[in-house]
């Protein structure tokens, strides 16, 4: 099998592997032990999560700590929730469903249009009582990177806090200013079921979830040294590689272009991050397509929609009809893809295109 959808998630790297191995050690090991607790095996394992703690926050900006929570929607939905209940939310028509559904459902939600390209710029109002601003970094179905660093200084000046969605973008490129940032493990290569929310020094955060407030009081649960020691290797490794895997992933989507010469691109092709090819053809059947390609792992859109009948409402901010978002395939690649599986893949999928008459 060929996986091209590293926007849904991307493969473990055998280092975070290899770091949370220790921690789930069993009865003869000593890897078990509670991270709260104040015994020996306790502090050990709460020395683990401060080690990963720190290699995670090695990629955020300087001044803010690290929240660890169980994956990105629950650090957007502790970011927005957390900021209080009086005023607006102004979130941009593409961002995640964590974050849209969230503002969405505290009634506070004002939505920032976009243009053809994808870009989210700051020539628009936002309300006088705006609160919040959320802008992802990287959008996860048409990869577009936003003007983030437009967007904080617009929230300065209009007395609000900035809250960025980084999780395709964390691991990958520098992750700009802002009060708060979300990011997931294993979108760079950790594993699932660890996030961190990113907060600045000076942010007053609500708790949202009561418990044992493990997490500087704003978070509760046990922290998982294991899922931790995974993402604080990832982080690391992420950083090591950064430049080596941004070059690699430039290298495939210049192939990638020139294999998908035929299809339309959906969204900015320089405002981009390279690892996303979102692409359609007028008339296609994305559905036997991807029956027919079954060794090829790629997304007919968001996977968090897969499934749901619905349009993708990011290929629709960005004026695609529904004939068309329905007709485009967003594949993903990266640190792990090779050449040989690209064009492997494009071959398929463009014999699988041509059987349909397109």
Same mark, same amino acid.
């Given at each position: 099998?060929?996986?091209? /959808?590293?926007?849904?998630?991307?493969?473990?790297?055998?280092?975070?592997?290899?770091?949370?191995?220790?921690? $789930? /050690?069993?009865?003869?090991?000593?890897?078990? %032990?509670?991270?709260?607790?104040?015994?020996? @095996?306790?502090?050990?394992?709460?020395?683990?999560?401060?080690?990963?703690?720190?290699?995670?926050?090695?990629?955020?900006?300087?001044?803010?700590?690290?929240?660890?929570?169980?994956?990105?929607?629950?650090?957007?939905?502790?970011?927005?929730?957390?900021?209080?209940?009086? %005023?607006?939310?102004?979130?941009?028509?593409?961002?995640?469903?964590?974050?849209?559904?969230?503002?969405?459902?505290?009634?506070?939600?004002?939505?920032?249009?976009?243009?053809?390209?994808?870009?989210?710029?700051?020539?628009?109002?936002? !309300? /006088?009582?705006?609160? $919040?601003?959320?802008?992802?970094?990287?959008?996860?179905?048409?990869?577009?990177?936003?003007?983030?660093?437009?967007?904080?200084? =617009?929230?300065?000046?209009?007395?609000?806090?900035?809250?960025?969605?980084?999780?395709?973008?964390?691991?990958?490129?520098?992750?700009?200013?802002?009060?708060?940032?979300?990011?997931?493990?294993?979108?760079?290569?950790?594993? =699932?079921?660890?996030?961190?929310?990113?907060?600045?020094?000076?942010?007053?955060?609500?708790?949202?979830?009561?418990?044992?407030?493990?997490?500087?009081?704003?978070?509760?649960?046990?922290?998982? !040294?294991?899922?931790?020691?995974?993402?604080?290797?990832?982080?690391?490794?992420?950083?090591?590689?950064? @430049?080596? /895997?941004?070059?690699?992933?430039?290298?495939?989507?210049?192939?990638?272009?020139?294999?998908?010469?035929?299809?339309?691109?959906?969204?900015?092709?320089?405002?981009?991050?390279? %690892?996303?090819?979102?692409?359609?053809?007028?008339? $296609?059947?994305?559905?036997?397509?991807?029956?027919?390609?079954?060794?090829? @792992?790629?997304?007919?859109?968001?996977?968090?929609?897969? %499934?749901?009948?619905?349009?993708?409402?990011?290929? =629709?901010?960005?004026?695609?009809?529904?004939?068309?978002?329905?007709?485009?395939?967003?594949?993903?690649?990266?640190?792990?893809?090779?050449?040989?599986?690209?064009?492997?893949?494009?071959?398929?999928?463009?014999?699988?295109?041509?059987?349909?008459?397109?």
């Amino acid at each position: 099998m060929i996986y091209l /959808d590293y926007q849904a998630t991307t493969p473990l790297a055998p280092e975070a592997r290899d770091a949370m191995l220790r921690w $789930l /050690d069993g009865p003869e090991g000593t890897g078990f %032990g509670n991270p709260h607790s104040p015994h020996r @095996m306790g502090r050990m394992a709460a020395a683990a999560v401060e080690l990963a703690r720190d290699r995670v926050a090695a990629l955020f900006p300087p001044g803010g700590k690290v929240i660890f929570t169980g994956g990105a929607t629950e650090a957007l939905n502790l970011a927005i929730r957390g900021t209080g209940s009086e %005023g607006s939310v102004s979130v941009s028509a593409i961002e995640h469903s964590a974050v849209l559904d969230t503002a969405q459902a505290l009634g506070q939600a004002h939505v920032l249009n976009v243009s053809q390209d994808g870009q989210c710029n700051t020539r628009q109002d936002v !309300p /006088d009582d705006v609160r $919040l601003i959320a802008v992802m970094q990287v959008n996860n179905e048409i990869g577009t990177v936003q003007p983030t660093i437009d967007w904080h200084r =617009k929230a300065k000046e209009a007395g609000a806090l900035f809250l960025i969605d980084a999780v395709q973008a964390y691991g990958k490129m520098p992750v700009t200013e802002a009060d708060m940032i979300a990011v997931s493990a294993h979108k760079f290569h950790g594993p =699932k079921g660890i996030g961190a929310l990113w907060v600045r020094d000076g942010v007053e955060l609500n708790e949202v979830q009561t418990g044992g407030g493990q997490e500087s009081g704003l978070r509760s649960g046990t922290l998982s !040294p294991a899922l931790i020691a995974g993402f604080g290797v990832a982080a690391q490794v992420a950083a090591e590689r950064m @430049m080596h /895997d941004a070059e690699h992933v430039e290298a495939l989507w210049m192939r990638a272009r020139e294999l998908f010469a035929d299809w339309t691109l959906n969204g900015s092709s320089d405002a981009r991050w390279h %690892g996303n090819l979102n692409i359609r053809r007028d008339g $296609l059947d994305v559905a036997r397509l991807m029956s027919e390609c079954r060794n090829v @792992m790629f997304s007919a859109g968001s996977a968090c929609a897969s %499934g749901s009948g619905r349009t993708s409402h990011v290929l =629709k901010a960005i004026g695609l009809t529904d004939q068309q978002a329905k007709s485009s395939i967003r594949l993903g690649f990266g640190r792990y893809t090779t050449m040989e599986e690209l064009e492997k893949a494009a071959e398929t999928i463009n014999a699988a295109v041509q059987d349909q008459g397109l």
